[in-house]
């Protein structure tokens, strides 16, 4: 049987991945600590789980309008507004089974064959497989750790060419944190000014920042650059709800509209319930995220601290998001690297470290060969202070014996 080109083009998410593994191996009783998860290890807050339980008792059990209750496109426009200063129609928003979902469905709407989707590296897993999907072709822009991983207009400028339909920013950044500030989204905005593209901005981080960052949007420079953004955001980090698959979008009507076609027939609508779930989330009073970001703003402290005393690493403090991507570099030419290099042949030097860290230290981590650099590995501290404590011990001692 001969499966489609598109799929042979992509490869399963490796960042699931490991947190199967993680899990296959704890559920065989080897005490792993994980650091692979994408997502926050709070529960769901009760307020939230709370009105699902009341809209599955009030019978919100059907189907509802394609691209989301009127309740719930109604919070998203409020949001905007509010933490945005963005003012979009209803017409201009539309809701989705997930973030991911979100960019899968824009995808599938921009994308001719061969067009070309600018994507900044480091970069989310998922960006370049759904341009693939979508028979498009990621372009990447290469940064690292002395630009804080934020690309800059020269480097933007030399990789759009007549076949640009899309750039991405993804700020605050998973895998890196980096976050591009107000100043350096306008210098990006004189490179885009005149183009005729799409700019995709993923905010799905926008609420976990940290040391008083101010987020900023490239739709806030004007209402040109507003016509051509789509913004992009969703329920997953912020409220602690990957499971309940809720994302949104806003921007061009024509566009939103089409995307709406494409879940019609599709998926139809998100599952009601967790709409109903989601539009809690919204119109809440936002404690329960203060709260979380509170812990996730102390344990980022100790896991750079923690990683910058390990010999051979080197970690940046990240803006924003919950995951850090430390340089493992300096290990590459220790005494020790023969034998792991050996061992893991074929692989990549960070899936290697990555395989070494898992049978010596029994810590998962993702390669960052996975987000398209090769001398990091990304770790996420939404897990408990004490695994933080722990796993960083577990690092130290097994990078030691390589030393
Ligand atoms: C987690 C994540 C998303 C969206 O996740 P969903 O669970 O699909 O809502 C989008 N973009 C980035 C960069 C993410 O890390």
């Not at 101010?214 to 980090?237: Q, Y």
């Not at 220790?334 to 792991?340: A, E, T, V």
Request: aromatic share 8%.
């Amino acid at each position: 049987m001969v499966l489609s080109e598109r799929i042979l083009k992509v490869k399963p998410s490796p960042t699931l991945a490991v947190t199967n593994l993680a899990n296959s191996m704890k559920a065989k009783g080897i005490d792993i600590i994980g650091f692979g998860s994408g997502e926050p290890d709070f529960d769901t807050p009760q307020f939230i789980k709370d009105a699902a339980i009341q809209a599955i008792n009030n019978g919100k059990t059907k189907y509802t309008p394609v691209g989301g209750i009127p309740e719930l496109k109604e919070a998203i426009i409020k949001k905007f507004k509010k933490d945005n200063d963005l003012e979009y129609k209803t017409t201009e928003v539309t809701v989705n089974c997930g973030g991911k979902h979100s960019f899968y469905n824009l995808m599938q709407v921009l994308l001719n064959d061969s067009d070309e989707v600018v994507i900044p590296s480091p970069y989310w897993v998922s960006y370049p497989s759904m341009v693939l999907l979508a028979g498009g072709k990621p372009v990447i822009v290469n940064t690292d750790e002395k630009s804080g991983f934020k690309m800059n207009p020269q480097q933007l400028e030399e990789k759009i060419t007549e076949k640009t339909k899309a750039v991405v920013i993804n700020s605050p950044s998973n895998p890196t944190g980096a976050a591009y500030t107000e100043d350096e989204l306008k210098e990006l905005a004189q490179v885009l000014e005149k183009r005729d593209l799409i700019i995709i901005t993923d905010d799905i981080y926008e609420s976990i920042t940290y040391d008083n960052f101010k987020f900023s949007n490239i739709a806030n420079i004007s209402d040109k650059f507003k016509n051509k953004t789509i913004v992009l955001n969703g329920v997953s980090k912020t409220y602690s709800m990957t499971g309940w698959r809720i994302g949104y979008m806003a921007g061009d009507e024509k566009i939103i509209k089409k995307t709406e076609t494409l879940q019609s027939q599709s998926t139809s609508n998100p599952a009601s319930i967790s709409q109903w779930a989601a539009l809690a989330a919204l119109t809440g009073d936002g404690t329960a995220v203060k709260e979380m970001v509170s812990a996730f703003a102390r344990r980022r402290k100790l896991i750079v601290e923690g990683l910058n005393n390990i010999p051979g690493i080197k970690c940046l403090n990240p803006a924003g998001s919950f995951y850090v991507f430390p340089s493992m570099e300096g290990l590459f030419n220790s005494k020790g690297w023969d034998h792991i290099n050996k061992k893991y042949e074929g692989e990549h030097n960070s899936s290697k470290l990555s395989s070494y860290l898992i049978e010596e230290a029994k810590i998962a981590v993702v390669p960052g060969i996975a987000f398209g650099n090769d001398n990091h590995i990304r770790m996420s501290f939404a897990t408990s202070d004490e695994n933080i404590t722990e796993g960083l011990k577990r690092i130290k001692e097994a990078v030691e014996k390589l030393f």
